[in-house]
Every structure is written in C-alpha cells, then in structure tokens.
T-cell receptor, first 113, second 114 residues
Framework: DAGVIQSPRHEVTEMGQEVTLRCKPI?????LFWYRQTMMRGLELLIY????????DSGMPEDRFSAKMPNASFSTLKIQPSEPRDSAVYFC???????????FGQGTRLTVV | KQEVTQIPAALSVPEGENLVLNCSFT??????LQWFRQDPGKGLTSLLL?????REQTSGRLNASLDKSSGRSTLYIAASQPGDSATYLC?????????????FGTGTRLTIIP
C-alpha cells in the first residue's frame, strides 16, 4: 500500500481565499484523522472520522474550518476564509480498529499571506 | 484532561552512545502508547506501539518501555547513528472504546554528532 496520501504538499494562498486539503487513507482503514502542527502548539487533533462519520470535531478551531469524508477513500479539510494564523502543517492519518496504530501522511504545509 | 510531556526538548549525543528519551503522561488510563519519529519537513513515522498491558516492545536498536501506573514511558536507542537524528514524539490513546483521540507530547529533537 502507498500509505496515507495528502495533496497538495505545499499551498501558499492569500488571506481570505478558500483552501482545500485532500487526503486518501490507507485502504481498509476505518479511522481518519486531521491534525495541525505548529511550533507553538505542537500536534493538535482537529477532527476524526470512523466509517466516514465525524466522531469528534471538538478540535476544529472555528467555523471557518470544515471537514468531509464522502467515502472510505477520500477526505477533505476546508478553510474558508483563510487567515495568516492558519499557517501550519496539516497532517492526515488513518488507522484500523483491529490494530489502533496511527499512520500519517507527509502533510500539507499551508502558508497564508 | 490528558497531558503528555517530553523532556528534554532537545538532546545532542556523540555517535555510538546509547540514549534514553522520556515521555510522561498525567492520566494513567491509557489503551496504548505510540512512539513516532519525525524528520524535518516530513510526516510522522510510527516506531513502536506498546499496549497498556505490556511492559516493553523492541524493534531493532529501539526499545520502548511503559510504566502505566507511574505515567511514564522511555524510548531507548542503542548504538546511536547520525541517521537517528530526528524529532521523537510519543502519543497516548485513551481507554474508552472507540475513542481514538491521540494526545501527543511536544517531542524531543535528537541530534547525533558524527
């Protein structure tokens, strides 16, 4: 398996623009996670899904952030409108209930100017 | 609320030395603990997963131990190599069924000096 695949790897956008990050989990995994990593706050869980259903979105910072998982092989994290303080590395991870060990993608480095 | 601490934040050691990285957590009700490695600009790579019922796990030169009652885990790296230079993070998973909310430590940045 190719692992968790995220796109794009880098995104530079202007403040106020909409940003969409994409993730393809490992085939067969039933959990999908979105994390944000910054120097100040480290790794923070934003939201996670189980069988495509959002389970815990308490980490989503504000209404500007939304996440969807329309099917078992694809998820998006959208920021609208984006702000400079959203600049961070966003990671997607997946796991399977039978063996709860998280596998991470390479991340998307977002810069909002 | 679970809090995970890793001390020191940074560590430099000469190549060939054995070393220990520390991870402590405030709530001992954990399902498992996972150690990751992160290279600059890269994602996280899982190194070892240790279940709450286990005392240790080994993979090659790495050995992770877990003392759940005292809220501590250590990652032992034997015969360190320059390629071991990276940031090491630990994360704990809570016990309640279906709760997959990992809590991460802030990491230890390890530099192996050739």
């Amino acid at each position: 398996d190719a692992g968790v695949i995220q796109s794009p790897r880098h995104e530079v956008t202007e403040m106020g623009q909409e940003v969409t990050l994409r993730c393809k989990p490992i085939s067969g995994h039933d959990y999908l996670f979105w994390y944000r990593q910054t120097m100040m706050r480290g790794l923070e869980l934003l939201i996670y899904f189980n069988n495509n259903v959002p389970i815990d979105d308490s980490g989503m910072p504000e209404d500007r952030f939304s996440a969807k998982m329309p099917n078992a092989s694809f998820s998006t994290l959208k920021i609208q409108p984006s702000e400079p303080r959203d600049s961070a590395v966003y990671f997607c991870a997946s796991s399977i209930m039978a063996r709860p060990e998280a596998f991470f993608g390479q991340g998307t480095r977002l810069t909002v100017v | 609320k679970q809090e995970v601490t890793q001390i020191p934040a940074a560590l430099s050691v000469p190549e060939g030395e054995n070393l220990v990285l520390n991870c402590s957590f405030t709530d001992s009700a954990i399902y498992n603990l996972q150690w990751f490695r992160q290279d600059p600009g890269k994602g996280l790579t899982s190194l070892l997963l240790i279940q709450s019922s286990q005392r240790e796990q080994t993979s090659g030169r790495l050995n992770a131990s877990l003392d759940k009652s005292s809220g501590r885990s250590t990652l032992y790296i034997a015969a360190s190599q320059p390629g071991d230079s990276a940031t090491y993070l630990c994360a704990v998973r809570p016990t309640n069924f279906g709760n997959e909310k990992l809590t991460f430590g802030t990491g230890t940045r390890l530099t192996i000096i050739p």
